[in-house]
């Protein structure tokens, strides 16, 4: 499968993925207070690029020569920036 295909394919599986989601009214789990209980797919490189949606950008993930991108808000990544600032922050042993 060509890489834009294969880009295509992610991309229709999360649609379906999320419309699935919706219908069944569930509501979101915050993925920090989960342990991970997800499958998992080594990224090759993940980046910032332009969305179409105004007051967005697009979060890029490639998985070898295949990528996709989700549209997230400026506020989202600002608090996603802060949470992986936190994450890779040494915690102080306390006395």
Request: net charge negative; charged share 15%; proline share 4%.
């Amino acid at each position: 499968m060509e890489s834009e295909q294969m880009g295509l394919a992610i991309q229709q599986f999360m649609q379906i993925a999320i419309l699935a989601f919706q219908r069944t009214g569930g509501a979101l789990i915050s993925g920090v207070e989960q342990s991970s209980t997800w499958p998992e797919i080594e990224v090759s490189t993940i980046g910032l690029g332009p969305s179409r949606l105004a007051n967005h950008e697009d979060l890029i993930v490639r998985f070898g020569d295949a990528q996709v991108g989700f549209p997230l808000s400026r506020t989202a990544l600002r608090g996603l920036g802060e949470a992986m600032i936190a994450l890779s922050t040494p915690k102080q042993k306390s006395n």
